[in-house]
């Protein structure tokens, strides 16, 4: 696998074949990892991180796991491939903008990714498409037992795994799911939902994660403190408790739209999907928020001539290291635009009338 690979070919959390998949995007379950005997990265030399990457990824051929992964020196990446790893949720903003050895192993499947060095001097994700986060965590769980067959973490007995960051002290598991909520923006309950959310301690993020907005109306879910409660605790109450209740809100949501605004719904699903058919040019930005419009139109079955997956994968392919990487060129923002809708056009322009 090389880089021109990975941004033409289609995410497989981005599938939409998990449980739930017209509301949950994706699901992912995340475990942080330090190793005992080295500082945190605040304090590492440079000689420090270029052991601990050494040692992590022997760990990981070790146990087998690094035979078919895609291995990415980040330190040594050109600027336009790391930001393509941060579109693909492959590694955090942080990951790629910081300095010193790192590096990430992908699976074969980008289901999951091992980066190493970022905040922690291990991160062991694992995504799926929808609800999955059981399977998810089962992946984790695994791979993290057997890299602690081959190294030491740091661990105290009463507080559990040490982490960088105290919230992440305990289990150092970080759960979120990736959620598409266009119905609640566009009744007004939206903030009232997500104010729901951190009342209960919960994290609410945007597209990239910390520090960014929910462009697209696609919203990050996840927990906020992993100390004193177990995975396993963690995960049932996403799964059983939080999630489903976000979902029956919006659910609730499009069916109220339908019921009450369906041609003002209509109007706004079809000006999205007129615009994005027709557009010469269109931001990152405002390509997103049509998408969102667009899926939620196929979701209530408004637009019968384009599936989900198709609305995903250009969630992906617009944003501007895919554009770039697609095209085999470097962009400015005004050609990014140009080419852009042209790709855009392409991939809807299929000869038919929607509805």
């Known amino acids: 696998m090389n880089f021109d690979d990975l941004a033409r070919r289609p995410s497989a959390w981005l599938s939409c074949q998990g449980p739930l998949g017209e509301v949950v995007i994706s699901s992912r379950v995340r475990l942080a990892r330090n190793l005992a005997g080295f500082p945190f990265l605040t304090r590492a030399t440079d000689s420090q991180r270029c052991q601990i990457q050494r040692l992590v990824w022997n760990a990981l051929v070790e146990a087998g796991q690094g035979v078919d992964a895609f291995y990415v020196d980040i330190e040594q990446a050109h600027e336009l491939d790391r930001q393509l790893l941060v579109e693909r949720h492959l590694i955090s903003r942080q990951h790629a903008a910081s300095k010193g050895s790192r590096g990430v192993a992908v699976g074969a499947a980008e289901t999951m990714a091992l980066m190493i060095n970022e905040e922690d001097h291990i991160r062991i994700q694992a995504l799926r498409s929808g609800l999955q986060l059981d399977e998810v965590w089962k992946v984790v769980s695994g791979l993290d037992a057997a890299l602690e067959q081959r190294i030491e973490y740091a661990y105290h007995p009463r507080f559990g795994y040490l982490t960088a960051c105290p919230t992440n002290v305990g289990t150092g598991l970080r759960v979120s799911v990736r959620l598409h909520l266009p119905a609640l923006k566009l009744t007004g309950e939206i903030e009232r939902v997500l104010r729901a959310t951190r009342d209960t301690r919960l994290a609410v993020r945007g597209l990239f994660g910390e520090g960014t907005e929910a462009t697209g109306d696609l919203y990050q879910v996840s927990n906020q403190t992993t100390l004193g409660k177990s995975e396993e605790e963690i995960i049932h109450d996403f799964r059983h408790l ?114």
Do not use: C, W
């Open 242 to 355: 939080v999630v489903p209740s976000i979902i029956d809100y919006e659910t609730h949501a499009r069916k109220v739209l339908v019921r009450d605004k369906a041609a003002a719904l209509d109007d706004k699903i079809f000006r999205a999907y007129g615009l994005l058919g027709h557009a010469r040019t269109i931001s990152s930005e405002e390509t997103l928020g049509l998408l969102s419009h667009v899926r939620m139109g196929i979701s209530l079955g408004r637009i019968k001539d384009i599936d989900l997956q198709t609305v995903n994968d250009l969630f992906l392919q617009t944003q501007p290291a895919h554009l770039q990487k697609l095209r085999g060129a470097l962009l400015d923002g005004e050609q990014r635009s140009i080419v852009r809708a042209e790709l855009i056009r392409r991939r809807l322009g299929n000869g038919h009338n929607p509805g």
